[in-house]
């Protein structure tokens, strides 16, 4: 690849933000999840309503003394975990079990079917599975999204792991079950704007080749509001229609839940076409809002690569943000701490991040708003450890993993069709 010489683009280190953990106390922040937990617990503890959660557990009958164990060691602590009443401030009312004799999804799908009979925050169901796809988990995740359960898998190997690592796995285990069930473990520390950031996806099914879109949306500040979702289309040019409705009922929506936007940020993992983009901003009309809006095309496939030359390694500092342009920047979300180190291996991914030229927003607006995709990678429940991700693509991507193992696209419907899920983050 030829290259200019007198091209010079300049670069900058962004600090990684300061975590909140408290709605109402603005000291109580931290710049990393597990410690921030520990110290003041949960983002939403004083807001939410349930003080009591409700559990069960399906597992294959022969695991019934470590299911007990592993009862005992979620509610009460093990080793450095303190437990999940002590670090989410919920009391688990009860924790019933529900042992399944022959390992067989039929097997399991009746016993699911005794779980619904009662009323459960969450499920967790133990497995044995390790082919992909893994059918249990299809049918009984499905089974109880349809009744708007949400779900945690384990695999039965995690039962028997030693008790160092064990802690570890039920840190997490933990901190998804309250994010699944509708807590908000922790923030980014933001200034109050009446702004919401939607990440907008869609997925095609290789069989029938269908398009389904949904969006979520998130607050200034990483707060996770809801999911919303629209009933399969047929046609690439349908969904290209329908998606302004998909963008009209979840705005809709979420100014029923909040208050109007002073304005809007679409997250895409793809570049928009012009007519996705026409539909968006036909919608915005139609909402009567008095709002700009920004376009985002956040691209994980770049064709960039970012090296640090001075280091023996190669691996530049993690926060590298490079600017390409007035509206195009590279993001380094990976790559070595303060201390040298890194936690994955190979050459960091590099995140290229457009804002579209069709944007409604200030052209002074454009870095702080590619400088929050930074911030909001650091908003991902999906475990203590998870790498950092921008959320409003990565839960989008998420729910289309959920939806390409249906069965059939009556499923996604009956899903769809269910509300209890819209404000909890059941697809971690």
Do not use: C
Request: charged letters at 25%; proline letters at 5%; a positive charge.
């Amino acid at each position: 690849m030829r290259t200019n010489p007198d091209i010079l683009l300049f670069g900058e280190k962004l600090e990684r933000p300061l975590l909140k953990f408290d709605n109402v106390i603005s000291t109580s922040v931290h710049r990393f999840p597990m410690p921030g937990i520990h110290l003041y617990g949960p983002y939403d503890k004083s807001l939410m309503a349930r003080k009591s959660v409700r559990f069960a557990i399906m597992y294959p009958i022969k695991h019934e003394t470590r299911i007990g164990d592993f009862i005992r060691s979620f509610i009460d602590g093990l080793e450095r975990y303190p437990g999940y009443p002590q670090w989410f401030r919920q009391n688990v009312e009860y924790f019933e079990r529900y042992p399944i004799s022959e390992l067989t999804t039929e097997s399991y799908e009746k016993v699911a079917d005794n779980v619904l009979l009662r009323n459960y925050d969450l499920v967790f169901v133990v497995t044995e599975e390790f082919g992909h796809p893994p059918i249990v988990y299809q049918r009984i995740k499905t089974k109880l999204l349809k009744s708007g359960v949400p779900s945690q898998f384990l695999n039965s190997t995690r039962l028997y792991a030693r008790h160092d690592q064990l802690q570890w796995i039920l840190s997490n285990i933990s901190l998804s079950t309250y994010a699944k069930i509708g807590g908000t473990p922790w923030v980014i520390e933001a200034s109050e704007k009446p702004e919401i950031i939607i990440g907008v996806s869609r997925v095609i099914n290789p069989k029938s080749k269908v398009i389904i879109g949904f969006a979520i949306v998130f607050k200034q500040n990483g707060d996770f509001v809801l999911s919303y979702y629209r009933s399969p289309v047929t046609t690439w040019d349908e969904y290209e229609r329908s998606i302004g409705d998909l963008v009209y009922e979840t705005i809709d929506k979420y100014r029923r839940i909040e208050r109007d936007p002073e304005q809007i940020v679409f997250h895409f993992s793809r570049r928009p076409g012009r007519r996705e983009v026409e539909s968006i901003s036909r919608a915005i009309d139609r909402l009567g809002l008095e709002v700009k809006y920004a376009l985002i095309h956040l691209n994980s496939y770049s064709g960039f690569r970012l090296f640090d030359t001075s280091h023996p390694s190669y691996v530049p500092y993690a926060g590298l943000k490079v600017r390409l342009s007035s509206h195009e920047a590279l993001l380094l979300l990976d790559g070595r701490d303060p201390r040298g180190l890194r936690q994955f291996i190979g050459t960091p991914k590099v995140l290229d991040v457009t804002i579209d030229k069709r944007s409604t927003v200030n052209y002074a607006d454009y870095q702080r708003l590619i400088n929050q995709v930074f911030a909001l990678a650091f908003v991902n429940w999906r475990g203590f450890n998870a790498r950092t991700t921008p959320v409003t693509t990565n839960y989008a991507y998420l729910i289309a993993k959920v939806i390409s193992g249906l069965e059939s696209l009556e499923e996604w419907n009956e899903i769809v069709a269910n509300e209890g899920l819209i404000d909890k983050a059941w697809f971690l």
